[in-house]
Structure formats: structure tokens, C-alpha cells
Nanobody
Framework: QLVQSGGGLVQAGGSLRLSCTTS????????MGWFRQTPGEEREFVAA????????SYADSVKGRFTISRDNSKNTVLLQMQSLKPEDTGVYYC???????????????????WGQGTQVTVSS
């Protein structure tokens, strides 16, 4: 189970933090990712982190503004979002990919578990 919190409404240039707390599986056997979706669009990759936290990747659109991190002692993954833009608006999902090596996927079909989604709205 993945339970998300955070999100909401913020003005452009503001910050938000998303949290995803997991249970029911061995968190350290999974890479974690964040995806987002806007109405009428495909779900897109935002960021991912390996099980150890040693490998991280971001979509070009959020690089330098978003930070993904994980706390394996708390089975939690975070997405810190700064300098938000209206185009960051969407429903954000955390996801878990079974992956024992130091890699991860940017493809949503490779992920095994998903959070419930949380709305992020950035006003101009």
C-alpha cells in the first residue's frame, strides 16, 4: 500500500512537498518513482530513485527544481518541489518498482504498486 500526502494549491514560484508512505512490502527491494498526469494526457515520468538512494533521475522539465529522496527507515519517499510553474499542475502519483539492482525505470508499466494520487495546482 502506498499512501500519499501533501500537494494542494500554490502560486507560481512557490514550493510544495509530497510524501508517500508505504507498507505491505519490503521497501528496500523497490525503486521508487513519481509520475504526474493532466486531463487528457498520458501519465508522465517525473523522478525516480534507486532502493539505496544512490541513483536518481529527473525529467528534464523538473530538473533543478524538484528533489526526490527516500528514508528507508520510515518506508517513505518524498518529492520536494520548488519554483513551481503552472505547467506543473496535475495529479501526482508515487509508485514502487521491484528492482534489486541500482537501476529504475521511467516507464509506468514497469511499476508494481501505485499511490492514490494527489492534486497539485499551480496558479499563475
Amino acid at each position: 500500500q502506498l499512501v500519499q500526502s501533501g500537494g494542494g494549491l500554490v502560486q507560481a514560484g512557490g514550493s510544495l512537498r509530497l510524501s508517500c508512505t508505504t507498507s505491505g512490502f519490503n521497501f528496500m527491494s523497490y525503486a521508487m518513482g513519481w509520475f504526474r498526469q493532466t486531463p487528457g494526457e498520458e501519465r508522465e515520468f517525473v523522478a525516480a530513485i534507486t532502493w539505496s538512494g544512490g541513483g536518481i533521475s529527473y525529467a528534464d522539465s523538473v530538473k533543478g527544481r524538484f528533489t526526490i529522496s527516500r528514508d528507508n527507515s520510515k518506508n517513505t519517499v518524498l518529492l520536494q518541489m520548488q519554483s513551481l510553474k503552472p505547467e506543473d499542475t496535475g495529479v501526482y502519483y508515487c509508485a514502487a518498482e521491484y528492482r534489486l539492482n541500482q537501476r529504475f525505470s521511467a516507464a509506468q508499466d514497469d511499476y508494481d504498486y501505485w499511490g492514490q494520487g494527489t492534486q497539485v495546482t499551480v496558479s499563475s
